[in-house]
């Protein structure tokens, strides 16, 4: 048996072409403002990939490139400034933040019907007591590209590997509100593979390469891997694709599956934040 491979790339271009047609049709055009600390090089592609889809989609988009050397005072200055912007709706600030920033307080200083991202502490513990306002954008691209297969979650037993809060605890949350039974898999579990093989569905967000090989998945079971590793000027997933992709019944492929969606997924929130602004 070989899997089917889910097309993120393909239903994230769906997306964006149905976000294009309602945008054209506003008056008023949402506004995302893009804020860049540093030259991480990994945040200036994902920033710059933001970027281009906010004005593709033809959002009004502000983007912030600040030296890497600001201070948290000065920072925090530029997110209340924002708050107060009526033609920005969405603030995204990228992560990670260099070492003088406390990124929690960046982060809580968003308003949270401007968090985009969905990481400001309201809009997690919205998501815990399942009454979801702003939720992650890459959590909520799983969820997608899972109920893209047709399977239905209830009941399923879940597995996600990773326990960020910006991936792997949104995701277990969003899985749980589905009704899945949910395991949480982390750098401290033993014998990850015990867990994984009982996974009808396996969510692999760890950032560790080809973690997950062909003996830790169930047959037939839905692999969705957020992972992106840089190897060789490539970029790999967290799961061994090639031989996993012969025992699972529908696997994300990397790059061209969660990542796209991630993508859709913020500019769908940016949206719905333009939405809650007129409540
Ligand atoms: P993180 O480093 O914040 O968290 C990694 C998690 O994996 C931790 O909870 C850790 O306990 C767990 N982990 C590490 N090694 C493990 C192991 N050997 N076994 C089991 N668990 C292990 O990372 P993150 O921000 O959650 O991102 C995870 C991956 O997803 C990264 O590769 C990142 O680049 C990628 N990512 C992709 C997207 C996307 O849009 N596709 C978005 C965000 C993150």
């Given at each position: 048996m070989t899997a089917e491979i889910i097309?993120?790339?393909?239903?994230?271009?769906?997306i964006i072409n149905d976000l294009k047609s309602k945008v054209k049709n506003l008056k008023e055009k949402p506004g995302l403002a893009l804020v860049l600390v540093g030259n991480n090089p990994a945040s200036e592609i994902y920033v710059n990939f933001k970027e281009k889809d906010s004005?593709?989609?033809?959002?009004?988009?502000?983007r912030f490139n600040l030296d890497k050397d600001i201070n948290e005072m000065?920072?925090?200055?530029l997110v209340n400034d924002?708050?107060?912007k009526t033609n920005i709706h969405g603030i995204l600030v990228q992560l990670p933040l260099p070492k003088q920033i406390d990124a929690n307080l960046i982060i809580d200083s968003i308003l949270p019907h401007k968090d985009v991202d969905g990481f400001t502490p309201l809009n997690l513990g919205n998501l815990v007591s399942e009454n979801t306002i702003l939720a992650p954008?890459?959590?909520?691209?799983?969820?997608?590209l899972i109920e893209s297969t047709g399977m239905e979650i209830k009941g399923k037993n879940a597995v996600v590997v990773g326990r960020s809060n910006t991936v792997g605890k949104p995701t277990a949350m969003m899985l749980l509100e589905?009704?899945?039974t949910v395991t949480i898999c982390h750098s401290k579990t033993k014998n990850l593979a015990e867990h994984t093989k009982k996974a009808d569905i396996l969510v692999v967000a760890c950032g560790k390469p080809r973690l997950v090989t062909k003996d830790m998945?169930?047959?037939g079971s839905v692999v969705i891997d957020v992972g992106i590793n840089r190897e060789g000027g490539k970029l790999i997933g967290d799961v061994d694709f090639e031989s996993v992709k012969e025992v699972a019944g529908y696997i994300t492929p990397v790059p061209g599956g969660v990542g796209p969606m991630t993508r859709a997924m913020l500019l769908q929130n940016t949206l719905k934040a333009m939405e809650l602004a007129k409540r």
């Open positions: 097309d993120g790339k393909k239903i994230a271009e769906k004005k593709e989609v033809g959002l009004y988009c502000e000065d920072l925090l200055k924002l708050n107060q954008a890459t959590a909520r691209a799983v969820l997608y589905k009704n899945a998945v169930k047959q």
